[in-house]
């Protein structure tokens, strides 16, 4: 099993930015695909961003599409979520996942490790 940990959350006005940080640990990172989710008070987690585990190919929510970029690096064991132009409905608490599997996945059923979460929020 791979052990997941987030940071970088944040209190952040609108049209700013954050980066977060996911360090895995355990099982080879690089092995596994890695996501990002949100879920925000009174909603069900919803997917934002995933990375092959070359990191070639990523997919995006068409809520987040052009405003944040996923990424990782396999030396670090390491995955990033880059938050530009921010807003107010991005307020969640953000999760990282990992995923053994080919390819690159988007369901939420398909991850089977999760970090504990950071929360971010946007300032209006």
């Known amino acids: 099993q791979v052990q997941l940990v987030e940071s970088g959350g944040g209190l952040v006005q609108a049209g700013g930015s954050l980066r977060l940080s996911c360090a895995a640990s355990?099982?080879?990172?690089?092995?596994?695909?890695m996501g990002w989710f949100r879920q925000a008070p009174g909603k069900e987690r919803e997917f934002v961003a995933a990375?092959?585990?070359?990191?070639?190919?990523?997919v995006y929510a068409d809520s987040v599409k052009g405003r944040f970029t996923i990424s990782r690096d396999n030396a670090k064991n390491t995955v990033y979520l880059q938050m530009n132009s921010l807003k107010p409905e991005d307020t969640a608490v953000y999760y990282c996942?990992?995923?053994?599997?080919?390819?690159?996945?988007?369901?939420?059923?398909?991850?089977?490790?999760w970090g504990q979460g950071t929360q971010v929020t946007v300032s209006s």
């Open positions: 996942a990992a995923a053994v599997k080919p390819g690159i996945v988007v369901g939420r059923y398909e991850y089977d490790a």
């Open positions: 355990g099982r080879t990172f690089s092995s596994c695909v």
């Open positions: 990375v092959s585990r070359s990191g070639i190919s990523t």
